[in-house]
């Protein structure tokens, strides 16, 4: 990674544009935990196109939850749709320096569908960095296909971190060790390593964590939680600025704690029903023409001088 790449991060602030396949929107900005709105155009307009310095905005993207090989009435096609997220990212007028995938790569994990997710995904033309979500670890190796193809310089199940533009990135596995019930687990090899990565880390450093299952309790009833997440999130307090980035639920839940805030993402294949909504998890199948509303891409932009974060979710509706 060169030094260009890296200089000019501001280690305090993050935009994060959660963005639906197209429509407008509206930017939620959160300082000291009360959030206020204004446009989408005024949040554009309002943006500038370089930092102080003269530095580039550095802006990232996360996809999630393509399921590679389903196709079942909530979305006959949701290789199609996983296509179609290719494109609109293509499209964008601002590439992103690099793309996190946060699970569920494939329905099934089987070869065949980990092949042609690569194949689809390969179309992106920036970095992209993996976390398994428990799809991806289905087959008789425990993860064996995931991380042949994603593994390489990971440790245990694939945890690793990078540094990029001074903003320390964290990917967690928290689905090879499911509970009963679905509940997510990291253990303490991987905790025993988080807390030796982020020792070095200055509590100035912006801090992006991403992993399948959110680390925080979204609903316990259906699994969409962590059991050992306290101790994880006691290692991330001390930093100024925790951007926890999340799939699995296929939807967007926000929640913050004091510097560190919690963001699950929609799915390119298909909707989940909201906690409780429903008598079980699992695809939930919606008018056709509502689909596109409830499927998405998000978009992460850091920028020098901006302390709040902003959200930008955009719909059809």
Excluded at 10 to 39: E, F, K, P, V
Excluded at 126 to 142: A, I, K, N, R, T
Excluded at 191 to 206: H, M, V
Excluded at 272 to 282: D, H, K, L
Aim: aromatic fraction near 8%; charge should be negative.
């Amino acid at each position: 990674m060169t030094d260009e790449v890296r200089e000019g991060m501001n280690r305090r602030s993050l935009l994060t544009q959660c963005a639906g396949w197209a429509g407008a929107g509206a930017l939620y900005t959160l300082t000291g935990g009360i959030a206020s709105s204004i446009s989408l155009d005024a949040a554009l307009a309002a943006t500038p196109r370089h930092g102080h310095g003269g530095t580039r905005p550095f802006t990232f993207l996360q996809i999630s939850d393509t399921h590679i090989g389903f196709d079942k009435p909530a979305n006959p096609n949701a290789r199609g749709t996983a296509i179609e997220a290719v494109e609109k990212i293509k499209a964008l007028p601002n590439k992103p320096d690099l793309i996190i995938h946060t699970g569920d790569i494939t329905h099934l994990s089987t070869d065949a569908q980990f092949d042609d997710a690569a194949q689809i995904l390969s179309g992106l033309g920036s970095p992209v960095f993996y976390v398994p979500g428990e799809h991806d670890f289905l087959d008789e190796g425990q993860g064996k296909n995931f991380l042949t193809r994603y593994g390489k310089g990971t440790l245990g199940t694939g945890w690793h971190s990078f540094d990029h533009n001074g903003v320390h990135f964290v990917a967690l596995n928290n689905v090879a060790n499911l509970k009963p019930g679905g509940m997510a687990h990291l253990g303490d090899d991987q905790l025993a390593w988080l807390r030796s990565d982020l020792a070095g880390q200055s509590a100035s450093t912006s801090i992006v964590v991403f992993g399948h299952i959110p680390l925080w309790t979204v609903y316990e009833q259906w699994g969409w939680g962590t059991d050992d997440s306290a101790q994880a999130l006691a290692l991330l307090r001390r930093f100024g600025s925790v951007t926890v980035l999340n799939g699995h639920i296929h939807q967007i839940i926000q929640k913050v704690e004091g510097n560190v805030s919690f963001h699950s993402a929609r799915s390119t294949a298909y909707p989940q029903p909201a906690p409780g909504a429903a008598p079980s998890p699992g695809p939930l199948k919606v008018p056709t023409e509502q689909l596109p509303t409830m499927l998405g891409i998000r978009t992460a932009r850091f920028m020098r001088g901006n302390e709040p974060i902003a959200l930008i979710d955009q719909s059809f509706a």
